[in-house]
């Protein structure tokens, strides 16, 4: 998302002042979401999981771990 932001930005910084003609009309398609309830609990569930500041400092000492266990000490 933050990527989109920021080469929207950079579009507009570019193109302003050059009065472009644009047409949105008949382009891309339309897309609809899926919404898979097993999916949206699991996503909760994890969100749930690292705000607990326990599981998060856990899973980061994971992390630290694995990077220690694949680059070695």
């Known amino acids: 998302m933050t990527c989109c932001v920021i080469l929207h930005n950079m579009i507009l910084k570019d193109e302003r002042g050059m009065n472009l003609e644009f047409f949105y009309d008949n382009v891309g398609s339309r897309v609809n979401p899926a919404?898979?309830?097993?999916?949206?609990?699991?996503?909760l569930q994890t969100y749930k999981e690292i705000?607990?500041?326990?599981?998060?400092?856990?899973?980061q000492e994971n992390l630290i771990?694995?990077?220690?266990q694949r680059a070695g000490q």
């Not at 919404?35 to 699991?42: C, F, L």
């Not at 607990?52 to 856990?58: E, I, L």
């Not at 771990?65 to 220690?68: L, R």
């Open 51 to 59: 705000e607990n500041a326990d599981t998060h400092f856990q899973f």
């Open 65 to 68: 771990e694995h990077h220690w």
């Open 35 to 43: 919404r898979d309830p097993n999916r949206i609990r699991a996503f």
